[in-house]
């Protein structure tokens, strides 16, 4: 901490600091102040109402259609054209989903629960056990004859192992950065409030759905016309699932920003009512935001944390370096616009999704802080968090179809992990929340995390410096290698 290097990245941080500071207020409290804000990306505002109104609407169908009665609403024969198979009733399999929906709650709640104590430990598990649990499921499937999943588990496990080689060197700083976010967010109760409430929405929303689910299953039609509407269904609930955690993201970041820029959750410059303004906003002119960039912020965000990894390891093959490299700027053109710091900037400005995304990466890209957010893999800790969450839910729902109907473990397994996932992520989600809003603030005027906690602020600092160090010395290497490569070719055409 002592060393000449910290001396001088500390003091340009409180120049630039310094020289931004008011700039930074004024635009915060200008944010603050503001009492309505304007509707943005209404089209998809409604695209998804609509969705949420159809699908609900055919999960009913769906259910009813075998509730107590085999084909109660007649709608077989329009399944007529594919192979018939062993028909059930609803309730039959509505028991497992429930079951899943207790497990993942029951999983979600213990996280906020141990939040304080011992988040930092279910985190580490998360990393080191992942790749076992899926290991162990990819035997479990090969057993039960699954061929395809036993296959598709145990390249997951793969990648998930070769993914935590690669950035082992990181978990340190990451740790420390989730640290200080739980940190945040169990000072702030009213935002465990928050996910509690909504996690109660979305096990109405789970009922209804694992209602539809469970019709589909007990449906007289084959296994291929099944999956296909599985897949479909499926596909929805991550969609409404993460427009949900969104909603909680865009919530907790505009409390834990407005507690960093006015020092404090007890600072009576703090506006009044303001988790309920947060929440309001969220619900109405931000929400057609929150459902655009949920289409597509967590696959492309997992996509780039992969491709990253893989990059950092791969040598000196320079044929597959062109191609990882090639894949890794498309995907960076494409965070540009869809990146989860976009919240951040929805919750304290009201922009829409593709501006907050466009202005949270340019203001990254010009104070040099994006090396130090692509340093960090908090996101994709609290991912495997997630998922092994959802992979015991799934395990539990499928030990219990497997004792009772052997040709169902799949089907249910894997739409269980899905509920189990989505339960557990928003629970994560209060977490990322944090850390967004710690990088944003961070990039726009690092004296507010100083004053905040003095000493991660300078971690964060000489860590930042250290990157910055970093990328220079690789551009240099880059520049040099270059420059022989055409002296070699000169020297060769001569």
Same mark, same amino acid.
């Given at each position: #901490?002592?060393?000449?290097?910290?001396?001088?990245?500390?003091?340009?941080?409180?120049?630039?600091?310094?020289?931004?500071?008011s700039?930074?207020?004024?635009?915060?409290? !200008?944010?603050?102040?503001?009492?309505?804000?304007?509707?943005?990306?209404v089209?998809?505002?409604?695209?998804?109402?609509?969705?949420?109104?159809?699908? !609900?609407?055919?999960?009913?169908?769906l259910?009813?259609?075998?509730?107590?009665?085999? $084909?109660? +609403?007649? =709608?077989?024969?329009?399944?007529?054209?594919?192979?018939?198979?062993?028909?059930?009733?609803?309730?039959?399999?509505?028991?497992?989903?429930?079951?899943?929906?207790?497990?993942? /709650?029951?999983? !979600?709640?213990?996280?906020?629960?141990?939040?304080?104590?011992?988040?930092?430990?279910?985190? @580490?598990?998360?990393?080191?056990?992942?790749?076992?649990?899926?290991a162990?499921?990819?035997? %479990?499937?090969?057993?039960?004859?699954?061929?395809?999943? !036993?296959?598709?588990?145990?390249?997951?496990?793969?990648i998930?192992?070769?993914?935590?080689?690669?950035?082992?060197?990181?978990?340190?700083?990451?740790?420390?950065? %989730?640290? @200080?976010?739980? @940190?945040?967010?169990?000072?702030?109760?009213?935002?465990?409030?928050?996910?509690?409430?909504?996690?109660?929405?979305?096990?109405?929303? #789970?009922?209804?759905?694992?209602? *539809?689910?469970?019709?589909?299953?007990?449906?007289?039609?084959?296994?291929?016309?099944?999956?296909?509407? +599985?897949?479909?269904?499926?596909?929805?609930?991550?969609? /409404?699932g993460?427009?949900?955690?969104?909603?909680?993201?865009?919530?907790?970041?505009? #409390?834990?920003?407005?507690?960093?820029?006015?020092?404090?959750?007890?600072?009576?410059?703090?506006?009044?009512?303001?988790?309920?303004?947060?929440?309001?906003?969220?619900?109405?002119?931000s929400? *057609?935001?929150?459902?655009?960039?949920?289409?597509?912020?967590?696959?492309?965000?997992?996509?780039?944390?992969?491709?990253? *990894?893989?990059?950092? @390891?791969?040598? $000196?093959?320079?044929?597959?370096?062109?191609?990882?490299?090639?894949?890794?700027?498309?995907?960076?053109?494409?965070?540009?616009?869809?990146?989860?710091?976009?919240?951040?900037?929805?919750?304290?400005?009201?922009?829409?999704?593709?501006?907050?995304?466009?202005?949270a990466?340019?203001?990254?890209?010009?104070?040099?802080?994006?090396?130090?957010?692509?340093?960090?893999?908090?996101?994709?800790? +609290?991912?495997?968090?997630?998922?092994?969450?959802?992979?015991?839910?799934?395990t539990?729902?499928?030990?219990?179809?497997?004792?009772?109907?052997?040709?169902?473990?799949?089907?249910?397994?894997s /739409?269980s #992990?899905?509920?189990?996932?989505?339960?557990?992520?928003?629970?994560?989600?209060?977490?990322?929340?944090?850390?967004?809003?710690?990088?944003?603030?961070?990039?726009?005027?690092?004296?507010?995390?100083?004053?905040?906690?003095?000493?991660?602020?300078?971690?964060?600092?000489?860590?930042?410096?250290?990157?910055?160090?970093?990328?220079?010395?690789?551009?240099?290497?880059? =520049?040099?290698?270059?420059?022989?490569?055409?002296?070699?070719?000169?020297?060769?055409?001569?």
């Amino acid at each position: #901490m002592d060393s000449p290097s910290f001396s001088s990245s500390s003091s340009e941080f409180a120049s630039i600091a310094t020289a931004n500071q008011s700039v930074a207020r004024s635009g915060g409290e !200008g944010a603050a102040a503001e009492q309505s804000r304007r509707w943005h990306d209404v089209f998809w505002l409604g695209i998804f109402l609509i969705h949420l109104v159809g699908l !609900g609407f055919l999960l009913g169908v769906l259910g009813l259609n075998r509730f107590e009665k085999q $084909n109660r +609403l007649n =709608i077989d024969k329009f399944t007529s054209r594919f192979s018939e198979n062993e028909s059930g009733l609803t309730e039959t399999y509505w028991p497992l989903y429930a079951a899943a929906g207790g497990v993942g /709650t029951a999983l !979600g709640w213990i996280w906020l629960v141990l939040l304080g104590s011992q988040a930092t430990q279910m985190m @580490k598990v998360s990393v080191h056990i992942l790749t076992t649990y899926l290991a162990v499921v990819s035997v %479990l499937c090969f057993w039960a004859g699954q061929i395809f999943w !036993g296959v598709a588990f145990a390249i997951g496990a793969s990648i998930q192992f070769l993914y935590v080689i690669s950035v082992i060197d990181r978990l340190s700083f990451t740790m420390l950065v %989730l640290q @200080k976010a739980v @940190k945040m967010v169990w000072n702030l109760p009213e935002v465990m409030r928050v996910a509690y409430a909504f996690m109660f929405v979305v096990l109405l929303w #789970m009922a209804l759905w694992s209602f *539809g689910v469970a019709g589909v299953v007990a449906s007289s039609m084959g296994d291929g016309g099944r999956w296909w509407l +599985l897949v479909v269904l499926s596909v929805s609930l991550f969609w /409404t699932g993460a427009v949900l955690c969104n909603t909680v993201h865009v919530i907790v970041s505009g #409390m834990v920003f407005l507690v960093l820029f006015h020092g404090g959750r007890d600072a009576a410059s703090i506006p009044a009512n303001s988790l309920m303004k947060s929440l309001q906003y969220a619900l109405t002119t931000s929400f *057609g935001s929150i459902c655009y960039g949920s289409l597509f912020t967590a696959a492309i965000r997992t996509l780039r944390w992969e491709i990253r *990894g893989f990059r950092s @390891k791969i040598g $000196n093959n320079e044929c597959l370096l062109c191609f990882v490299d090639f894949l890794f700027h498309l995907v960076e053109t494409l965070v540009r616009f869809f990146n989860k710091y976009a919240y951040v900037q929805i919750a304290v400005h009201g922009k829409s999704f593709n501006r907050s995304a466009r202005d949270a990466w340019e203001l990254f890209q010009s104070t040099g802080v994006e090396a130090l957010v692509a340093y960090d893999c908090s996101g994709a800790v +609290l991912l495997m968090g997630t998922v092994f969450g959802g992979l015991i839910t799934g395990t539990c729902s499928g030990v219990w179809a497997w004792v009772e109907w052997k040709d169902r473990v799949i089907m249910i397994g894997s /739409t269980s #992990m899905l509920m189990g996932m989505v339960l557990v992520g928003l629970a994560m989600v209060v977490v990322e929340s944090a850390v967004t809003s710690i990088y944003i603030c961070y990039a726009e005027d690092p004296l507010l995390i100083q004053r905040w906690d003095a000493e991660f602020f300078n971690q964060m600092s000489e860590t930042l410096h250290q990157r910055l160090q970093y990328r220079s010395a690789r551009a240099r290497e880059v =520049i040099a290698h270059n420059r022989l490569h055409d002296l070699v070719q000169q020297n060769a055409a001569i």
